[in-house]
């Protein structure tokens, strides 16, 4: 079984920063792509940030040049550096991994959320 565990949310005034931290525990035979997602209020859930497993990024337009993905894959963790905080990033963030769980099976993972408010 596969967990996912996040962390660093929080409440930031507009212009401020978070961190937020996920790792990944269980039988884990290898990691692919590591993702942020968010979901605010009424809203779906949507990807906010991506990296792969050789370190390829991808961001959703809103937030490029604000946010910072990246991962350690000794330590199976992904991080959600998020800087110049806007009111409309409020919302709860997931993280999200592909995990190769051995025998050819691949797992989608995802964690419990972490709210981040912007006030």
């Known amino acids: 079984q596969v967990q996912l565990v996040e962390s660093g949310g929080g409440l930031v005034h507009p212009g401020g920063s978070l961190r937020l931290s996920c790792a990944a525990s269980?039988?884990?035979?290898?990691?692919?792509?590591m993702a942020w997602y968010r979901q605010a209020p009424g809203k779906q859930r949507d990807l906010v940030a991506l990296?792969?497993?050789?370190?390829?990024?991808k961001y959703v337009d809103s937030v490029k040049g604000r946010f910072t993905i990246s991962r350690d894959n000794d330590k199976k963790t992904v991080t959600l550096q998020m800087n110049s905080l806007k009111p409309e990033d409020t919302a709860v963030y997931f993280c999200?991994?592909?995990?190769?769980?051995?025998?050819?099976?691949?797992?989608?993972?995802w964690g419990q959320g972490t709210q981040v408010t912007v006030a």
């Open positions: 990296i792969t497993d050789i370190g390829g990024e």
């Open positions: 999200n991994a592909g995990v190769n769980i051995g025998y050819g099976r691949f797992h989608d993972a």
């Open positions: 269980g039988v884990i035979f290898g990691i692919l792509d």
